[in-house]
Each structure stands twice: as structure tokens, then as C-alpha cells.
């Protein structure tokens, strides 16, 4: 009903900058949240950043600073710009979305296919 589709991974040096994004579609009521995870084979998969509807924001203490995370509404579509990236960034980044679908009055999570994201030192 509802799919998660991500772009802007790729191969870039330390210190260099990308940006993904995430757009949703299908048929959606509300959006509660919107949010980037990360998970490095054999290890659990982590939160890098949220933003809620009510326009707070979270990090993790390791991309604090170096990340930012924001919102189209209007297009359904949440991105994570990326800055002064490490090697320990390196990773395959999954977007969530936690919205009610179609006339759904509960909430769901949905995940996005996950994109990779490699830093060389």
C-alpha cells in the first residue's frame, strides 16, 4: 500500500558530503515521524536521526554536528545531508516512516529498500 523508495548513496572520500532522500507513495493519511537508520553487516541496525511531526528533530551523538535532517511535506519525502563524513559512516542507510495509511486509525512503521554509503579514508 504504501513504498519507500532512496537515492544518493555512493563511494565518497572523508571529509566529503552526500545527501539521500527518501520519497513515499501510495495512499497516505498522516505521517507521524520520519526517520534514517544504519546497519553495518553482523551488528545491530542503529537510529542516526528523526524528525517528528511536530517539527523536533534527534541524532545520534556520532553524526551530531555533521548531519542534518529535514522534510518536504508537500512531497512526502524526508532527507539526510551528510558532511565532514568518517569511515565509520560506512554503511547501508535505511529510511522509516511511521505513518497511518490509507483510513488506517493505527500507525505503522514502513522501510525504505536501504542504500550504501562507503567512506574511504
Known amino acids: 500500500q504504501v513504498q519507500l523508495v532512496e537515492s544518493g548513496g555512493g563511494l565518497v572520500q572523508a571529509g566529503g558530503s552526500l545527501r539521500l532522500s527518501c520519497a513515499a507513495s501510495?495512499?497516505?493519511?498522516?505521517?507521524?515521524?520520519m526517520g534514517w537508520y544504519r546497519q553495518i553487516p553482523g551488528k545491530q541496525r542503529e537510529l542516526v536521526a528523526v524528525?517528528?511531526?511536530?517539527?523536533?528533530?534527534n541524532f545520534a551523538d556520532s553524526v551530531k554536528g555533521r548531519f542534518t535532517i529535514s522534510r518536504d511535506n508537500a512531497k512526502n519525502t524526508v532527507y539526510l545531508q551528510m558532511n565532514s563524513l568518517k569511515p565509520e559512516d560506512t554503511a547501508v542507510y535505511y529510511c522509516?516512516?511511521?505513518?497511518?495509511?490509507?483510513?488506517?486509525?493505527?500507525?505503522?512503521?514502513?522501510w525504505g529498500q536501504g542504500t550504501q554509503v562507503t567512506v574511504s579514508s
Open positions: 501510495g495512499r497516505i493519511f498522516s505521517i507521524n515521524a
Open positions: 524528525s517528528n511531526s511536530g517539527g523536533s528533530t
Open positions: 522509516n516512516f511511521r505513518l497511518r495509511a490509507g483510513t488506517s486509525l493505527v500507525a505503522h512503521d514502513y
